[in-house]
């Protein structure tokens, strides 16, 4: 029995009962009913579902090639919404490409919404970096939708077994014409979800970039720096942020090559953590480098302890 035949035989049930409790031979009857239901809702024991699980062939973990990363985030899983966040000018765009770099075999789709694929490239050539192997649109639509980015995903499954998409950046999705009236919060909710189903459909691993809130660019952003945090926080499996190490002298900001990664939030592993990154200028690339991380972290555990005290 379907599960909408067991919804309308409770309907019925509760317009014959003359009371608002069931009568007893109403009941009885829709014990009946519920005993013979064997739809793809029906109740199962974990022991049940255990030996599914154990049964199943092992999910593939794919690696990035950074150690103390891979170790925080325990590897990316196919079905997975992963979101970056971090100030504009600080890498987020290039963390996304070293990743695509990173796990090439998995014939990374990259969607930039923010500017064309030929501006992306042009700036790579011009400051003579690597450029990684990626499968981007030609074209963009004057609208993108999440519909439209699931079409480029399933083109990328079907010619190239696409594993991996990276979408720069959440902002530029637009939502039906039908939820306009409705906040920014609501449309980005929707969004998030509308991209974890896609993930989860297609068996994907989903990199979404996401702007922050107006921050102080010279610590780290926090999660709750991020724009519609609850939202996007809430749908991600795992939410990152990228800040590059600066200082102000005289009023201007001085930044280093040196970004540090911040796992925040991992639904799978529950692990969280820093990592430092080195940028390499004369590949565009980053190398993995946790020193000057490690440093940061002491000084800053120091300041509470005295602060405490």
Request: charged share 30%.
């Amino acid at each position: 029995m379907r599960v909408e035949d067991l919804i309308k035989s409770i309907q019925e049930e509760q317009k014959q009962a003359k009371t608002e409790i069931y009568s007893k031979d109403g009941l009885m009857r829709l014990q009946e009913v519920a005993e013979n239901y064997n739809g793809e809702y029906k109740l199962v024991w974990s022991d049940e579902l255990v030996k599914e699980i154990k049964d199943r062939p092992k999910a593939i973990i794919h690696t990035t090639g950074i150690p103390k990363f891979d170790e925080i985030i325990g590897g990316f899983k196919e079905q997975q919404l992963i979101t970056l966040s971090g100030s504009t000018g600080h890498g987020k765009t290039s963390i996304g490409l070293f990743l695509a770099n990173q796990m090439e075999s998995l014939s990374p789709v990259v969607i930039p919404l923010e500017q064309s694929n030929e501006e992306l490239i042009t700036q790579l050539l011009e400051n003579e970096y690597r450029i990684p192997k990626f499968l981007s649109p030609r074209y963009n639509t004057d609208r993108v939708s999440v519909d439209w980015i699931e079409q480029r995903v399933i083109e990328g499954i079907a010619k190239f077994n696409t594993k991996l998409v990276i979408v720069d950046h959440l902002g530029y999705i637009k939502t039906p014409d039908s939820m306009q009236r409705e906040n920014l919060a609501f449309r980005t909710g929707e969004n998030m979800r509308a991209l974890k189903n896609i993930a989860k459909r297609w068996n994907v691993i989903i990199f979404l970039l996401v702007h922050i809130s107006q921050h102080d660019e010279g610590k780290p952003p926090s999660i709750e720096d991020i724009k519609n945090s609850s939202d996007i926080s809430q749908e991600s499996d795992i939410v990152m942020t990228v800040w590059v190490k600066n200082s102000l002298k005289n009023k201007v900001r001085i930044y280093e090559d040196k970004s540090m990664l911040s796992v925040l939030k991992n639904r799978r592993t529950g692990k969280r953590g820093n990592v430092g990154l080195i940028f390499d200028r004369s590949t565009g690339l980053f190398l993995e480098d946790n020193s000057w991380v490690e440093k940061m972290e002491e000084s800053a555990k120091l300041q509470v302890e005295s602060e405490d005290f």
